[in-house]
């Protein structure tokens, strides 16, 4: 019974994906998104009292209403940088706030790492359970995990491929056509994770 709800669990979190994953933003994030709202906002009546052309008041203001949205998503910040003027907004400080929540972004760890962690984590509990159960789960976990990594290091080299060996991206597609579309699918998803 306990091999049925490991491998139901280990299925559905592989299946799954790690697209609805998300790690919630960080202060400098929100005040970041936050800072973005108020820029585009000050550009876009910034853009229509200097009577800017047609097309710039139009980017300005769709801007504006798109930061909106990573205000909405990301939440508001505990404490608001300054933003009542345009010194205000390119301040030092709130240049730094920018620097900090793009390198705080990149930090996040991928899917790779993720699914990585997720695998190590189920070979944990397997082995907590013990028994034949237990050892084969880990066995198949411990498999699963080399066999991810192995298929990591294989697109990042395709991709690295691609990138340095631009003349010889027809030759590589035309060798990958007989992929399965099963195949396909899958390196597109973790090209895209």
Not at 60 to 73: G, I, N, Y
Not at 111 to 121: K, Q, T, Y
Request: charged share 25%; aromatic share 6%.
């Amino acid at each position: 019974m306990s091999k049925v709800i490991l491998v139901s669990v280990v299925s559905v979190l592989l299946l799954a994906g790690c697209e609805s994953l998300r790690f919630a933003p960080g202060e400098s994030q929100k005040q970041n998104a936050w800072l973005h709202e108020q820029t585009a906002r000050m550009a876009a009546d910034v853009a229509q009292l200097e009577d800017s052309s047609g097309e710039l008041q139009g980017l300005t203001k769709l801007c504006e209403v798109q930061s909106r949205a990573f205000t909405a998503d990301y939440g508001l910040p505990d404490q608001f940088p300054a933003a009542d003027s345009a010194e205000a907004i390119l301040a030092q400080s709130n240049q730094q706030i920018a620097q900090t929540a793009l390198a705080e972004a990149r930090k996040r760890p991928d899917a790779w790492d993720l699914a990585d962690g997720a695998m190590e984590l189920g070979i944990g509990i397997a082995a907590l359970f013990g028994g034949v159960y237990g050892v084969r789960a880990a066995r198949f976990l411990s498999e699963a995990r080399v066999k991810s990594k192995a298929l990591r290091e294989i697109i990042e080299g395709n991709e690295l491929f691609k990138r340095t060996c631009a003349d010889s991206e027809q030759a590589f597609k035309q060798a990958h056509k007989d992929q399965s579309p099963q195949t396909r699918r899958l390196v597109t998803q973790f090209k895209n994770a």
